[in-house]
C-alpha cells in the first residue's frame, strides 16, 4: 500500500466474523489493501452485540418488510467523513449486507459503489427479495456463482455481473520455492462423504497420507485470518491430490446449483491434482479451460483407489497436470486479476503496486517451464 491518501473504502468484517469461510474474502481485501490506496474501516461490535445479532439476523431472514433489511445487527456506528472514489464491500451473503447499516454515507461520500457476493443461490431470490433490494444502494454488484447472475438482476432491477473466486496465487504457488508433496491427500471444508470414507480406508491398509478436516464447519474459526491462509497454502503446495467438490456439496441450500467454489481456486494455484467432481455450470470450462482440470471420482468412492493406482503409475502425466495447474493460475486466477477487472469495470486506472504484481505474475508464468516437481 502506498502512502497517498486513500481512495477506497473498504469495510471489513473480519474483526466481527472469524469463521474460516471468510478468511479467503479476508485474503481478496489484504490484496487489494496491498495494491492500492485504502482505507480499512474494521467494523466492530458494539453493546450487548450477540444478543442483537441474533434478533437481528432472525427478523431480517424471517420477515419480508424492507425496513428489517435496515437494522443495524449491534455494530459501533461509523459515519464516513471525506470523500472516496470508489467503495468496495466483499461479502459472503445477503446477510452480511446488515453490517453496513452501521456505516453512515458511505451512499453519498464514494462516487462509485461495488459489492461483490461470493454466495447467493438463484432459489433464494423469491424468499429473500428484502435483502436483495439493498444492493440497489450499488452501482455494480459482482457475482462469484455465474448461474445466480439473472435472478439477481431481475431481483434488483439493474445488471449484475459474474467475477469468478480466486486466490492470492503468489502465496498457494510452488513455483517460489518447489516443496515437496509429502502430503498424498488434503481435503479441506466440503466434501463427499461416500469418497471420504474410501480415502479413510484406503489410509488404513497402504502408504497414504490422507489430511482432512474433523471439526463442523462452523467450529473452525481461526484467531488470526492471514495465519490460516498461510497454513493452507503451505499444505496445499505440499499436496499432491487437492479434493475440490462444487459449492456447498451435499447442502441443501444450493437447491441442486452446481457452482465454483474456492477449492478449484486454491488447489489449482498450488499445483495440486484436484480430485473429485468438476462443477456442471458452465463458467468452470470458461475458467478451467485446459484438459483435466479435475480428476473425476466416483459418487460412492467406488473407485478411489483405482484413480489414486492409475495416476501414481503415471508419474510424469501427474508432473505435466501440476505444472499446468499452477501455470494457469498464476495467468488467469490471482486477487490482483480480479481488482485489475473491478477497477477497469469502474472507470479507475490501476495503481503502480497492483500493475508491479500483475507483472510478477506474468514473469512467474514465463520462467514456469524451467520447473519440475519435487517427488
Not at 30 to 55: C, K, N, T, Y
Not at 139 to 152: E, G, H, K, R
Not at 289 to 318: F, H, I
Request: net charge positive; aromatic share 10%.
Amino acid at each position: 500500500m502506498s502512502t497517498a491518501a486513500p481512495r477506497i473504502l473498504m469495510p471489513t468484517m473480519r474483526r466481527i466474523n472469524s469463521h474460516a469461510a471468510w478468511a479467503s474474502l479476508y485474503e481478496f481485501e489484504d490484496v487489494i489493501r496491498a495494491v492500492d490506496d485504502v482505507q480499512m474501516l474494521e467494523l466492530e461490535a458494539g453493546p450487548w452485540f450477540p444478543s442483537r445479532h441474533r434478533v437481528a439476523r432472525s427478523v431480517a431472514w424471517h420477515g419480508r418488510h424492507p425496513a428489517f433489511a435496515r437494522i443495524n445487527p449491534g455494530l459501533k456506528t461509523v459515519v464516513v467523513d471525506r470523500e472516496y472514489d470508489l467503495f468496495i464491500f466483499i461479502c459472503m451473503n445477503l446477510w452480511d449486507l446488515l453490517y453496513l447499516n452501521a456505516v453512515r454515507g458511505w451512499q453519498s461520500r464514494c462516487r462509485v459503489k461495488v459489492c461483490y457476493l461470493a454466495e447467493f443461490y438463484s432459489a433464494q431470490a423469491g424468499q429473500y427479495d428484502h435483502l436483495l433490494r439493498r444492493l440497489g444502494d450499488f452501482d455494480y454488484i459482482m457475482q462469484a456463482f455465474s448461474s445466480s447472475v439473472p435472478a439477481v438482476s431481475r431481483a434488483i432491477g439493474k445488471t449484475s455481473r459474474y467475477l469468478p473466486l480466486a486466490a492470492d496465487v503468489l502465496r498457494f504457488t510452488p513455483f517460489t520455492g518447489m516443496p515437496r508433496r509429502v502430503i498424498d491427500v488434503l481435503s479441506i471444508g466440503g466434501r463427499s462423504e461416500p469418497v471420504h470414507e474410501q480415502l479413510l480406508k484406503a489410509a488404513k491398509i497402504r502408504d497414504l497420507f490422507y489430511v482432512y478436516d474433523t471439526l463442523p464447519s462452523p467450529l473452525v474459526k481461526p484467531t488470526n485470518p492471514q495465519q490460516h491462509r498461510e497454513l493452507l497454502a503451505n499444505c496445499a503446495k505440499r499436496s499432491r491430490f487437492f479434493v475440490a467438490y462444487e459449492a456447498k456439496v451435499g447442502n441443501t441450500e444450493s437447491h441442486g446449483q452446481s457452482e465454483v467454489g474456492t477449492r478449484y481456486f486454491e488447489g489449482t494455484a498450488a499445483g495440486a491434482v484436484l480430485f473429485g467432481r468438476a462443477p456442471t455450470v458452465p463458467s468452470f470450462g470458461a475458467e478451467f479451460p485446459w484438459p483435466d482440470p479435475v480428476v473425476t471420482v466416483k459418487a460412492d468412492g467406488s473407485d478411489v483407489e483405482e484413480v489414486l493406482d492409475s495416476l501414481a503409475g503415471r508419474s510424469q502425466e501427474m508432473e505435466r497436470m501440476s505444472i499446468r495447474n499452477a501455470l494457469q493460475a498464476v495467468r488467469r486466477h490471482d486477487w490482483g486479476h480480479r481488482w485489475n477487472a473491478i477497477l477497469q469495470l469502474c472507470g479507475l486506472a490501476p495503481r503502480p503496486a497492483l500493475a508491479k504484481r500483475l507483472l510478477a505474475l506474468e514473469t512467474l508464468s514465463g520462467s514456469a517451464a524451467g520447473f519440475s516437481p519435487a517427488a
